[in-house]
């Protein structure tokens, strides 16, 4: 089938930019020095671009998703904003180039990208749960604790927690799953007042976006932040996306019901096809994953859509 490919951004040639990391999703540029005379007008910047790439079980797989790098910024951008009076943010600007080389976001990624503050970034991923599902509830069933904190007998899959709680993990290079640490562990790693703040930061942050959710239908199980140092001021910014259906458990709230897996706002579509007997893919093997079929592509980009929609209370596009 002639399924639409996604935009696969790593392999484009941004005038003014030069490409220096791929991850499974966002590709990370830097500033053409000697294109743009010296210096990037705007400081000491990184452009992050947003495919449509999506991954599952550790699998980067094909086609993308189209629409869904630009879901990923316009939502990450609407979040930033919404919590512009907690935490700092990297964003510097999402405007377009009106000529190349003016260090700008290129034509061809607009919407998808934004010029953003290079921060030193703490290798800390700030995980904070509201509700207990994934490796949480993995870790639960092992020793009835998350990362350290201990948690109350009788939880099942989607409980809501007493309180959120912080949960962070190790960043994992490419490949690897990321590990679970206790807050203990951060603070050995990156010194305890950086780690205190990033765990309050990290539940505060929740906390803002727990009840914004809320207010239009959608329960915040969980999500991923990552911050960074601003080498300039010193301060604590937050980087990387925020709060869009791939660092975060986005469940509709009429159908929460703990007990089982919850419905929710991302790639579930991908997950349930590669897990069916209809792909014939299995997980446990090393072999790559067949190519999603059309229809599991067409309902993902329409759950990454409503997840914008709903949220934000603005249409896309
Ligand atoms: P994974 O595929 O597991 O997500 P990844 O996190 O390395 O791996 P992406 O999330 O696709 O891959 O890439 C974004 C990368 O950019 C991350 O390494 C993130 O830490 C980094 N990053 C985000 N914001 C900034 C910033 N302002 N300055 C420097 N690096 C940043
Ligand atoms: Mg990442």
Redesign the pocket.
């Known amino acids: 089938a002639d399924a639409v490919r996604g935009l696969d951004t790593a392999s484009l040639d941004l005038p003014g930019w030069r490409h220096v ?8 540029y830097e500033p053409d020095l000697p294109a743009l005379g010296g210096a990037h007008p705007l400081g000491d910047v ?1 452009l ?1 671009v ?2 449509d790439r999506v ?1 599952a079980y550790d699998h980067v797989l094909s086609p993308g998703i189209p629409d869904k790098g630009t879901v990923l910024t316009q939502l990450s951008l609407w979040w930033f904003e919404q919590l512009a009076d907690l935490v700092p943010n ?1 964003v510097v600007s999402t405007e377009v180039s009106a000529e190349p080389g003016d260090g700008l976001v290129p034509d061809v990624v607009a919407g998808r990208a934004m010029v ?6 703490f290798p800390v991923e700030c995980v904070v749960r509201g509700y207990l599902t994934g490796s949480g509830l993995v870790e639960y069933r092992a020793g009835q604790n998350v990362c350290g904190v201990p948690l109350p007998a009788g939880l099942v899959d989607g409980s809501r927690l007493p309180e959120p709680i912080f949960t962070p993990a190790t ?2 290079e ?1 490949g690897d799953h ?1 590990e679970n640490v206790t807050f203990d562990q951060v603070a050995a790693t990156i010194g305890d007042e950086a780690a205190t703040r990033l765990r309050d930061l990290t539940l505060a942050v929740y906390a803002r976006a727990e009840s914004i959710a809320r207010e239009r239908g959608v329960i915040l199980a969980d999500t991923k932040l ?1 911050f ?1 140092i601003d080498p300039e001021s010193g301060a604590v ?1 937050l ?3 925020v709060l869009t259906p ?1 660092s975060s458990r986005f469940w509709p709230a009429d159908q929460w019901e703990p007990g089982h897996a919850q419905p929710s706002f991302d790639k579930q579509f991908v997950r349930d096809w590669l897990t069916s007997a209809e792909s014939g893919w299995d997980k446990a093997s090393d072999v790559a994953p067949p190519a999603l079929p059309g229809t599991v592509v067409e309902r993902t980009r329409d759950r990454y859509l409503e997840a914008y929609e709903r949220l934000t209370g603005s249409a896309l596009h």
């Open positions: 990391y791929s991850g499974k999703v966002r590709d990370l990184v992050v947003a495919s991954s990297h953003c503050r290079r921060l030193q970034m960043k994992a490419i990321d990552e960074g910014v980087g990387d996306e791939d």
